[in-house]
């Protein structure tokens, strides 16, 4: 009688030993009588869609200072950042990207998703309905994002110096195009048509009929070239901005020492010599002395005869822009992200339950250092005792591979380094449905896979892997059935990924972050 009752007790007190394990890892009692899940409080979908959205913010910022470093778009990369492009005059010499002179630190980025899953998780969790044994999943919603945007803003900043130190440089001699002697004709001829203004960023404006490529690239949409009250040419695909350019005042002659036009003091007269003879300059366009930088059409006859129907005008350089541009930019982390999820756990009620949740759920807690949040549910496939054993060459969402360095977008899977020829062993008892010899694909499915954690007992939904560099091994083939550690292929090279698709309730079909899953 006694063996019989000490054989039955045996499988009872086992029983019984592993739901006091179970009840151990899965609850908490804290002083404050807060009752915590050992376990992610949140379906697999809204964990993944929350690293989704997290690294895209990452991934956003980085794509903008990317542009920053475009020698094209750099304006427009430092506006997407706010800068105002008139501030922006002059095209860098050197971009001074990360660590220099002006910002003494190397760039950051230490993004960590079981941080983040466990942060949300001790955010959103409501202790006074745990108390009462209602247990709530959160949701991936708004809110959540605007969460995560607040995380983010509080951890990095773009910061930037434009250091701009470009000038107009002198020119000794200037550089001249026509104006030189009336009798060669070397002066351009312009149109009769010629306008002053008053409210415009200019103050003349006249039509050349002959232009050469140093001054046509000054022309507007027609045909105008604009100056101000200085006679000095503006450039109206730049707002209009100076150039170093000059049109003539033809009172003087700015190319000799020695007046073109005279001036005759006692009378107030300009005039030019022609030989011997003469020659009163006819003032011309808007009265008084408006119209000093154009030949009129009266002079031009008398210097060649037959163009009395247009003006004439010469030009100068008197100034080069030199150029001395710098742009100075980086990333400053304001805060580490382990400061940001404190800080904000800290600000909230129930603030030391929170805290003692997410150290519990991220593997802080010395007694639980590899939960990890105990979503595991899918057996590895690698051969190692745990997939986490392998480092990781790509995580689930949009890829960060630091800022400023290019990065593929999104990637809902991941990659592992690996032995290329380690084997691989079915996660669950499933079937092979597709084969792709060419890209070294497998795809397994199985239905009504129960993921324990997710609802009340438990719920079942149809799951698809998909492994990547890997082939079948043996005589495996499309179609055949798999049993739970069965090894059926291996991989291809030094490194696999895997994708994770499940039909989750609600939602559809979608893609959860692999690491969630897989022990």
Known sequence: MKKFFAVIAIPVLIIFLVFAFILMVFTSIFSQGGFTLGTYASQ????????????????????????????????????????????????????????????????????DCYKLWSFLCAYYYDFDAADNGDIKYWKF??????????????????????????????????????GGNASTGSYYRADKEAYTYDSEPYKYRFKPQAITSELSQYEDGEGFICINSD???????????????????????????????????STGQFYFM????RHNRTFWGWGGDDAWFLVSPDDTHIWNSGLNDVCMYGYYEKYRWKTDCNLYYNVRQKKTFDEVIEEKLGSMSKHDERLAYYNLLVGNDSSAASLYGNHK????????????????????????????????????????????????????????????????????????????????????????????????????????????????????????????????????????????VLY
């Open 44 to 111: 697999d979908y809204d964990l993944s869609e929350a690293e989704k959205y997290y690294t895209k913010l990452a991934y956003d910022m980085n794509e903008k200072i990317r542009k920053v470093s475009d020698t094209s778009d750099w304006k427009k990369g430092l506006a997407d950042f706010g800068a105002n492009k008139r501030d922006l005059k002059d095209k860098p010499d050197n971009w001074v990207w990360g660590r220099s002179s002006v910002y003494d630190w190397d760039p950051v980025y230490d993004f």
């Open 231 to 265: 006679y000095r040419v503006l450039d109206p695909h730049e707002e209009y901005k100076e150039t170093g350019f000059y049109i003539m005042d033809h009172r003087w002659y700015s190319g000799s020492s020695e007046p073109f036009y005279y001036h005759d003091p």
């Open 274 to 277: 022609q030989g011997s003879d």
């Open 377 to 516: 549910t899918l057996h590895n496939l690698l051969p190692g005792e745990t997939f986490r054993a392998y480092t990781l060459k790509q995580g689930f969402g949009y890829e960060m591979n630091g800022w400023n360095t290019d990065s593929s977008g999104l990637y809902q899977g991941i990659k592992l380094f690996c032995t290329n020829g380690e084997k691989l062993t079915a996660p669950f008892d499933c079937k092979i449905t597709e084969v792709d010899t060419a890209d070294n694909k497998i795809k397994l499915r199985k239905d009504d896979v129960e993921y324990w954690y997710d609802g009340t007992g438990g719920t079942k939904r149809d799951t698809e892997v998909t492994i990547s560099n890997a082939v079948l091994i043996g005589s495996f083939k499309k179609g055949d059935k798999l049993k739970l550690g069965e090894e059926f292929a291996k991989t291809t090279a030094g490194n696999v990924n895997f994708h994770v698709y499940l039909d989750t309730d609600g939602y559809g079909w979608d893609y959860i972050d692999p690491q969630l």
């Open 141 to 178: 919603k708004n809110d959540t994002k605007t969460l995560l945007e607040e995380l983010f803003n509080a951890e990095y900043e773009f910061v930037y110096w434009y250091d701009n130190k470009s000038r107009w440089e002198e020119l000794s001699p200037y550089n001249y195009w026509g």
